[in-house]
């Protein structure tokens, strides 16, 4: 029998019923495993149940926090190290002998790990996908995601999903990847980005206006992998025709049609989702920074 490891593992999870078996046999190295759920209608909960995860409802009141931050405040973690895994995720057990070295170093209060994204069933090796740094495993008590002031912004479900993890203490990179392989179609991709596309456009508004980084990760360009990213993020919210150059950086510029078919068609989408984010920035530049708020209808005056 493998001996588990001190670590709690935090899912979060709604309707995810393909995706659960997998990412839970994944983790089954893991001491404790929560599935913190909210209110699925399919099997998600019989399924977490049957492979021993603890699951907790979360009740999400349309502001914040949202669920991982609620998770790492109220969950009884049993464990110091927190590894969060999302359902269309996998804990590879190459990754999972890292992970056991990893937590011994004192030195360290967390670790980025990198993603492998599949689509169609391949590897999207380029494009800008890979390297996808992702701070996952961390000491739970010093590490919170990041607020950046999309609240008010509705139908952007209720995980935090690009917010990064703000942590006390220093941080390494682990060397083993993480799969991203989720079982659901390309409907269930274009459902989900038509949401991320909800929050972005916020954020671009957010920094278009010049909203202030406390409580986030900052831009910063000589940080680290993520806080670069954030940093160029504020130069490209600028340009013009974005669309057409987020197609052009991935297909050509990063190689994305090394990926043959499945690069192309992921290229094209990540462009339509551009245009996506920028239809919906203009919506809320026009309407005083909230979606879809029409303004008051002019009073009609009586003739007398």
Not at 136 to 156: A, S, V
Not at 189 to 211: C, D, F, P, Q
Not at 290 to 302: D, E, F, H, I, M
Request: include cysteine; aromatic fraction near 12%; hydrophobic fraction near 40%.
């Amino acid at each position: 029998m493998t001996t588990k490891l001190p670590i709690s593992v935090l899912i979060p999870a709604k309707n995810e019923e393909a995706n659960l078996p997998a990412c839970l046999e994944s983790v089954v190295r893991a001491d404790e495993i929560f599935v913190v759920d909210s209110q699925s209608t399919d099997r998600s909960i019989e399924i977490a149940e049957q492979r021993g995860a603890t699951v907790v409802q979360f009740q999400f009141n349309g502001r914040w926090p949202k669920k991982k931050n609620w998770s790492l405040e109220n969950l009884p973690f049993r464990n110091e190290w927190v590894l969060i895994v999302d359902c269309d995720e996998r804990i590879t057990p190459e990754l999972w002998d890292e992970i056991a070295e990893a937590i011994q170093n004192p030195e360290y209060a967390g670790y980025y790990l990198n993603r492998r994204v599949f689509f169609l069933g391949q590897w999207i090796r380029h494009g800008g996908k890979y390297p996808d740094w992702n701070l996952r495993l961390f000491r739970h008590q010093k590490g919170r995601y990041e607020n950046l002031n999309t609240e008010e912004i509705r139908n952007t479900g209720d995980n935090e999903v690009h917010e990064h993890v703000v942590l006390e203490g220093k941080v390494g990179y682990l060397k083993e990847d993480m799969l991203h392989i989720d079982f659901r179609d390309i409907f269930q991709w274009l459902e989900r980005h038509n949401r991320y596309s909800n929050w972005e456009a916020r954020v671009y508004y957010n920094l278009l206006t010049g909203m202030g980084e406390g409580g986030t990760i900052g831009a910063n360009l000589l940080g680290d992998s993520v806080q670069r990213k954030r940093f160029l993020k504020k130069i490209w919210v600028r340009l013009p025709f974005k669309p057409l150059l987020r197609f052009i950086l991935s297909y050509f510029i990063r190689l994305g049609f090394l990926d043959g078919k499945a690069g192309y068609i992921y290229a094209r989408l990540l462009s339509q989702y551009e245009y996506q984010i920028g239809v919906k920035l203009h919506e809320i530049q026009q309407f005083n920074g909230q979606l879809n708020k029409s303004p008051a209808p002019a009073t009609v005056r009586s003739v007398s």
